[in-house]
């Protein structure tokens, strides 16, 4: 059973911890260095992404989260998740620092602010019905690398500047999304990020030849 643990400096922590633990995982808060050794992948909330950096940095987490993703442990964004795990931020705060790892270009609050949060339909790749997606001040990616997947766009149902714009990408054993998968009782994008984490952990165990 992997061992997943939720970055717990700031954000909607409970809900990612709920939710993984629905799926049969440990699910465990990550608010210190030993913490974040003893976990097989991370979750990074929504919440601030300023905040959480900046919080990240106070606590010594900053720079072995960084460590540790470029080493290959899986991690699962989420809003300002998506944010921490991109290379590049447009309209970030003066000196906001990210975490990296995923080849993108993310807009940060892109849909506006915290009024203009809506929620919508969102067709998700590798999920069989849409996914109900919930974007409070979310950021879209302007543009991914070459070894990035996108994994949804906006629908249809949104506002037209916003229709089209990526939402969700993969690449290798990281996700990211815009909007809010722990809300709402639908874990099926956490159990993508389940089933990438036991592929991660079997190619890991495999012996080499």
Do not use: Y
């Amino acid at each position: 059973m992997p061992r997943i643990g939720v970055l717990a400096l700031q954000g909607d922590v409970r809900e990612h911890v709920r939710t993984l633990a629905s799926l049969g995982v440990e699910a465990t808060a990550v608010r210190r260095p030993s913490e974040l050794e003893a976990v097989d992948a991370i979750v990074l909330p929504g919440g601030e992404s300023t905040t959480m950096a900046k919080l990240a940095r106070i606590f010594d987490l900053l720079d072995p989260l960084r460590q540790r993703i470029k080493d290959g442990m899986p991690a699962l964004g989420t809003c300002a998740g998506m944010i921490l795990l991109a290379d590049r931020i447009e309209d970030g705060a003066v000196g906001q620092e990210s975490i990296g790892g995923i080849d993108m270009t993310v807009r940060r609050n892109a849909f506006g602010r915290q009024v203009d949060s809506f929620e919508g339909s969102v067709d998700v790749v590798g999920l069989d019905a849409p996914v109900h997606g919930i974007f409070i001040r979310a950021p879209w990616v302007e543009k991914v690398g070459e070894g990035v997947e996108v994994l949804a766009r906006v629908g249809s149902d949104a506002e037209p500047e916003a229709v089209g714009r990526i939402v969700a990408v993969r690449q290798g054993p990281l996700m990211a999304t815009s909007f809010h998968p722990e809300v709402g009782g639908d874990a099926r994008v956490h159990g993508m990020f389940v089933d990438l984490v036991r592929q991660h952990r079997a190619q890991a165990d495999a012996p080499s030849s």
